[in-house]
């Protein structure tokens, strides 16, 4: 079975400027999520699709920040424009069902804002 | 709030156990799991507890659950150096959409 596949692997930028990042869950995997890891700490939740459809945007800078799964199956998560603080790892992750389904990670996308 | 607390730092030898810690805020998290992230990779689970367990064991890691304290650790077994790594606890958040709420990561360092 083929695992979360996330692309590019890594970016460079300046700040302004606009970046988008693609994902592809695990086939069959109603439930996908986006998450930001800034360097030396955790995953934080960033969206999460049941489906197309957002569960939960709480956390999702959306001035700059926005995300799409208009099929139901790949995502992509845009950021524009970038500012500095936005250099981290995104990492998308897909679930089978939602709640309490066990997740699988994607390698993630290294991003650097200069 | 959820919040998720984990040691930064932990160094052992090759051949001893590890004991990381964690401690959470969510008396109401169904799930709590074990993560595991190597240089330059996503997180690999590692092995998850219901909450209504009290201990899990799965080869060389048994994770233990003080509920009451709300403490889960991890134990590795006979650690080798393929080991080192960042461990993250995480749980599942009491919003009920499988949200996950991680710790900031325990670096593993496992000496020859």
């Known amino acids: 079975e083929a695992g979360v596949a996330q692309s590019p692997r890594y970016k460079i930028i300046e700040k302004r400027q606009s970046v988008a990042f693609w994902c592809n869950p695990i086939?069959?995997?109603?439930?996908l999520y986006w998450y930001q890891q800034i360097l030396g700490q955790g995953p934080k939740l960033l969206i999460q699709?049941?489906?197309?459809?957002?569960?939960?945007d709480s956390q999702l800078p959306k001035d700059r920040f926005s995300a799409e799964r208009l099929k139901g199956v790949d995502s992509t998560l845009k950021i524009q424009p970038a500012k500095l603080e936005d250099s981290a790892v995104y990492l998308c992750?897909?679930?089978?069902?939602?709640?309490?389904?066990?997740?699988?990670f994607g390698p993630g996308t290294r991003l650097t804002v200069l | 709030g959820e919040d998720v607390e984990q040691s930064l730092f932990l160094s052992v030898r090759e051949g001893d156990s590890s004991v990381i810690n964690c401690t959470y805020t969510?008396?109401?998290?169904?799930?709590l799991y074990w993560y595991k992230q190597e240089p330059g990779a996503g997180l690999q689970l590692l092995t998850y507890?219901?909450?209504?367990?009290d201990m899990k064991q799965d080869q060389r890691l048994t994770v233990l659950l003080n509920k009451k304290d709300k403490h889960l650790s991890l134990r590795i077994a006979d650690t080798q150096t393929g080991d080192s790594a960042i461990y993250f606890c995480?749980?599942?958040?009491?919003?009920?959409?499988?949200?996950?709420?991680f710790g900031q990561g325990t670096t593993l360092q496992v000496k020859p």
């Open positions: 992750a897909s679930s089978l069902k939602q709640y309490t389904d066990t997740q699988y």
């Open positions: 086939s069959g995997h109603a439930t």
């Open positions: 699709f049941q489906n197309n459809g957002v569960v939960d």
């Open positions: 969510d008396s109401s998290s169904t799930y």
């Open positions: 507890i219901f909450s209504n367990m």
């Open positions: 995480a749980e599942a958040g009491s919003s009920n959409t499988g949200k996950l709420i």
